[in-house]
Nanobody
């Protein structure tokens, strides 16, 4: 089994920066890829960024050039560095992990709130 715990959310000013962390525990060897979703009230859940075990990354158009996803495999931790934050980035951010066992399943963290406001 894999458990995910997010941290690092909070209140930041527009234009500011924030780094989210996701600590994975359990059977971390079964993780194929990890990523971040976000969801704001009244909006669809959006896949923000993903990263594979080989380090390949993908980003939503809304965050390209501003956000950077990374992984420290030795620490079983994934990060999302968020720069030039905008009010529309306000959402609950969820860590996800796609597993190879059971193959293709996705685990979710509990979420961490990010609020961008003066």
């Amino acid at each position: 089994q894999v458990q995910l715990v997010e941290s690092g959310g909070g209140l930041v000013q527009p234009g500011g920066s924030l780094r989210l962390s996701c600590a994975a525990s359990g059977w971390t060897g079964t993780i194929r890829a990890m990523g971040w979703y976000r969801q704001a009230p009244g909006k669809q859940r959006e896949l923000v960024a993903t990263i594979t075990n080989s380090g390949s990354t993908n980003y939503a158009d809304s965050v390209k050039t501003r956000f950077t996803i990374s992984r420290d495999n030795a620490k079983n931790t994934m990060y999302l560095q968020m720069n030039s934050l905008k009010p529309e980035d306000t959402a609950v951010y969820y860590c996800i992990a796609e597993l190879t066992r059971p193959n293709g399943t996705v685990r979710w963290g509990q979420g961490t709130q990010v609020t961008v406001s003066l």
